[in-house]
Antibody, heavy 123, light 107 residues
Framework: EVQLLESGGDLVQPGGTLRLSCAAFGYTFSNYAMSWVRQAPGKGPEWVSGISDSGDNTFYADSVKGRFTISRDNSKNTLYLQMSSLRVEDTAVYYC????????????????WGKGTTVTVSS | DIQVTQSPSSLSASVGDRVTITCRASQSISSYLNWYQQKPGKAPKLLIYGSSSLQSGVPSRFSGSESGTDFTLTISSLQPEDFATYYCQQSYSTPITFGQGTRLENK
């Protein structure tokens, strides 16, 4: 069974840093682009960042550009999101998601999502 | 960025009703429009991709269609488990953008 399991969410002060992880199971991780999508309380999903299957190409929403860094370790079947200079408005549930077809761009449809990890930015 | 405008924002319906939800893209996106269902406390679940392709395991009462830049999700006969929030998402170009969502409530 294909599964994604996020971890690393926590309560952090404004200006702080956090690293999220997403462990992938049940498929060939290195063949699929991945994304992080977040959802603030009571709001719709917001795409945050995407990465190609090889990890060579990365993409960011304007709201996080320069503060967040996406990466992947295909030998460990794990996706990461390094978050710095965190703001109150970054408070959300963060989901990782895989694209639905091999070798496709990250912005293709997302067929499997993790359960999410909660990031709360507050003093 | 491509904008996707979803309507209505909320909808009241009864079990057995036929329900339609619409998304309009701000420019041509071919058939690169996907639909997700989300229940409280859960991750979004893919229903329809490529405008009209049914994701594996999704009941056939869900269907998608398109006309130009207008896309429609139809639930042919609403079931109790279908009360949820629905989102469209364009996958034509970066960045990924989602519609604002439609909350489907029990009348």
């Amino acid at each position: 069974e294909v599964q994604l399991l996020e971890s690393g969410g926590d309560l952090v002060q404004p200006g702080g840093t956090l690293r999220l992880s997403c462990a992938a199971f049940g498929y060939t991780f290195s063949n699929y682009a991945m994304s992080w999508v977040r959802q603030a309380p009571g709001k719709g999903p917001e795409w945050v960042s995407g990465i190609s299957d090889s990890g060579d190409n990365t993409f960011y929403a304007d709201s996080v550009k320069g503060r967040f860094t996406i990466s992947r370790d295909n030998s460990k079947n794990t996706l990461y999101l390094q978050m710095s200079s965190l703001r109150v408005e970054d408070t959300a549930v963060y989901y990782c998601a895989k694209v639905g077809e091999r070798y496709r761009d990250y912005y293709y449809y997302m067929d499997v999502w993790g359960k999410g990890t909660t990031v709360t930015v507050s003093s | 960025d491509i904008q996707v405008t979803q309507s209505p924002s909320s909808l009241s319906a009864s079990v057995g009703d036929r329900v339609t939800i619409t998304c309009r893209a701000s420019q041509s996106i071919s058939s690169y429009l996907n639909w997700y269902q989300q229940k409280p406390g859960k991750a979004p679940k893919l229903l329809i991709y490529g405008s009209s392709s049914l994701q594996s395991g999704v009941p056939s009462r869900f269907s998608g269609s398109e006309s130009g830049t207008d896309f429609t999700l139809t639930i042919s006969s609403l079931q109790p488990e279908d009360f949820a929030t629905y989102y469209c998402q364009q996958s034509y170009s970066t960045p990924i953008t989602f519609g604002q969502g439609t909350r489907l409530e029990n009348k």
